[in-house]
């Protein structure tokens, strides 16, 4: 598990439910070192498997896993002109609401 920077914490899981944590690693290339080197497994958000590919590790959905919080951030005095468009159709996409 990578503490330090990852999402995804047994912390999602109910009690009953909750994976073991086999070894705490300091980052994502240590996490997939482990993997690759069959040290056991990992779950991560879906963003990984285009964020951070590896050759000797191959990325399944797990279709029941629990969600993991997605923020949009920006910084306070920004005046970016797409903003607001951009703010409101991540809402959008987010939520299902209709772009309108």
Known sequence: MH???????????????RPSVAAEVGSVD??????AANNGVG?????????HPHAEIVYI??????????????APNSRHPALSDFSRVAHAVVHGAPDS
């Open 30 to 35: 240590d996490w997939q070192s482990n993997i």
């Open 43 to 51: 779950i991560t958000p879906a963003s990984s498997t285009r964020l």
């Open 3 to 17: 503490r330090n920077g990852g999402t995804t914490t047994p912390e999602l899981w109910n009690a009953e439910a």
């Open 61 to 74: 959905s797990l279709i029941d896993a629990p969600s993991v919080p997605v923020f949009l951030a920006w």
